[in-house]
């Protein structure tokens, strides 16, 4: 068994094609999906797919990139969202300035919001950040010191300060396909130290495809590779890369776990 613990099930490229692509996501072993928000307006399509698929779980959220169509939500908003019984978590959320698709302030404010959504709500943030990482751990850090509450740093890539910090905090640390690629070899330095029990593994589909499959559009079964890398990181084989992410998962999102043994 394996989880992909981030991808976007909803996004065209993946969603014109959904009925092949679980097919095929069954086939490589990869029993359990969490489809990612990054933007409101997705939801409705998210929640239909796990209406449709049982074993595609729900996080909501809005991307740093889409921070600006977004600037009057509040944590009441957000968590409008969580009460649908496949929403298990929040995110993704955080910072991206990278790009700066959204100006600094606003994704700060809703980073915020979403914050305060989690802990309000119990329900984990999925975080991403991109060239954001000094205001991403003082965010976390400090809101962290008024209320505890849990996450994970999604498809990391970053220096391995921002690790530390979110691993201080009790955060958990995902791996996507960037791990497999040639020059990333000191994030791989930087999988060797982070805990076996703060792992996940994710695709980000449909970007981010790993190594040998660079170019295509990502997908939930091409995980495997990605996993495979990850165990060859921390000297393990492929089932005990999977057991020990399948367990973390459902260590952090307790809500897919009380989902799973509804079924």
Known sequence: MLIDSHCHLSSEEIYENLPQIMDRAKEAGIDYML?????????ATQLRISDMYAQVFTATGVHPHDAKDYSKVVCADVLKNTHYNSVVAIGECGLDYFYDFSPKDEQ??????????????????????????????????????????????????????LAQAVL???????????????????????????PNERLLVETDSPYLAPKPLRGKINEPSFMV???VC???IKGLDLKQISDITVKNFFNLFEKAQKIKEDY
Request: hydrophobic letters at 35%; charged letters at 30%; proline letters at 2%.
């Open 225 to 227: 590779h990605t996993a």
């Open 35 to 43: 489809n990612a928000g990054g933007k409101f307006d997705d939801l």
């Open 108 to 161: 700060i404010k809703i980073f915020k919001e979403m914050i305060k959504a989690s802990q309000e709500s119990g329900l984990p943030l999925i975080v991403h950040s991109r060239e954001a990482e000094s205001d991403t751990a003082e965010l976390l850090t400090e809101a962290y010191k008024k209320k505890p509450f849990a996450g994970v740093l999604h498809c990391y890539s970053s220096k391995w300060e």
């Open 168 to 194: 201080d905090i009790g955060f958990y640390v995902s791996a996507s396909g960037m791990i497999t690629f040639n020059k990333s070899e000191e994030l791989r330095e930087n999988f060797k130290k982070i």
């Open 230 to 232: 990850l165990g060859q």
